[in-house]
C-alpha cells in the first residue's frame, strides 16, 4: 500500500515549485508556456487570446508566490 503524504509532504513541494520558479529556467519555463499559449489561438482572437493567457498565468504565478504569505 502506497504510503499518503502529510501536510509537511505537500509545504516541501509547494516550497521548492516556489524556489524553482524564481530561477531563470522557471522563469524561461513561464514564458515559454505562456508564448505557446497565446501561439494556440487562430490569428483572428490571438488579442482576446493574449489578454486571457496573461491574467490566467499571472494569477497562477501571484498565487503561488504569496501562497506562504496565508
Not at 491574467?55 to 503561488?64: D, F, M, P, T
Amino acid at each position: 500500500m502506497k504510503k499518503r503524504g502529510t501536510w509537511h509532504d505537500a509545504y516541501d513541494a509547494q516550497m521548492s515549485l516556489w524556489r524553482w520558479v524564481r530561477t531563470p529556467g522557471g522563469q524561461a519555463f513561464l514564458h515559454e508556456g505562456y508564448r505557446d499559449s497565446v501561439a494556440a489561438f487562430p490569428p483572428e482572437n490571438r488579442a482576446n487570446g493574449e489578454m486571457l493567457c496573461a491574467a490566467v498565468y499571472g494569477a497562477e504565478v501571484s498565487k503561488l508566490l504569496t501562497a506562504e504569505d496565508r
